[in-house]
């Protein structure tokens, strides 16, 4: 089945520098690969996602790269603000599979 | 559009005590369904997942037991409560071949 793990558990950035959560994955035919934003007490909230046949995505100041190859992915948040601080979840699956598994999670701190 | 909801938000039960936990969605047919477990502070165990009526599958063997008794209902069990599944429990629907979407979550204390 397929692995995720996720790196570096905690992360802590000034207000205003770029913060980047890497993941790798084990599973070869994993082809979808979501990022969840959980902020404290709260639900995770899809923040942004990218499927196979795109090797980067970007919404705003958040963007996302895959390698495909190397089976990586990483998430990207620029000029980051202080409501930016939560734990992001990176994951991965088959398009059409049940299962889908989670990284352990990265806890940002952003201090203004 | 989608909505999922989970009831309670929040409960205390004593050791020993059962649990019933229930999630439903609206706004959709024939979604997978599933139960995760968050520890405080930690990451998503994926408990049980469902495709369908009846069809449970369970990632974990445990005291929890998971059911899905119509389409888009799915409940979790258990028959006595232990100290160590206390965390909070969240449910989450996707339709084949999309995304995977969280409901709100009951956060459980077992004293």
């Known amino acids: 089945g397929e692995n995720v793990e996720q790196h570096p558990s905690t992360l802590s950035v000034q207000e205003g520098d770029s913060a980047v959560i890497k993941c790798t994955y084990s599973d070869s035919a994993s082809n979808y690969f979501p990022w969840y934003k959980q902020e404290l007490g709260k639900r995770p909230q899809l923040i942004i996602d990218?499927?196979?046949?795109?090797g980067e995505k970007k919404d705003q100041r958040i963007a996302v790269t895959l390698n495909k190859t190397a089976k990586h992915f990483s998430l990207h948040i620029t000029e980051t603000q202080p409501e930016d601080s939560a734990v992001y979840f990176c994951?991965?699956?088959?398009?059409?599979?049940?299962?889908?598994?989670f990284g352990a999670g990265t806890r940002l701190t952003v201090k203004p | 559009s989608q909505t999922i909801h989970q009831w309670p938000a929040t409960l205390v039960q004593p050791v020993g005590s059962p649990l019933s936990l229930e999630c439903t969605v609206e706004?959709?047919?024939?979604?997978?369904l599933y139960w995760y477990r968050q520890a405080a502070g930690r990451g998503l165990q994926l408990l049980f997942y469902s495709v369908g009526i009846g069809q449970i599958s369970s990632e974990v063997p445990q005291n929890l037991s998971a059911s899905r008794p119509q389409d888009r209902q799915f409940i979790l069990s258990s028959k006595k409560l232990l100290l160590s599944d206390s965390g909070f429990y969240l449910c989450?629907?996707?339709?084949?071949?999309?995304?995977?979407?969280f409901g709100p979550g009951t956060r459980l204390l077992v004293l």
């Open positions: 989450a629907w996707k339709l084949a071949g999309e995304t995977q979407y």
């Open positions: 990218i499927r196979s046949n795109v």
């Open positions: 994951a991965a699956y088959q398009y059409n599979n049940n299962d889908m598994r």
């Open positions: 706004g959709t047919s024939n979604p997978n």
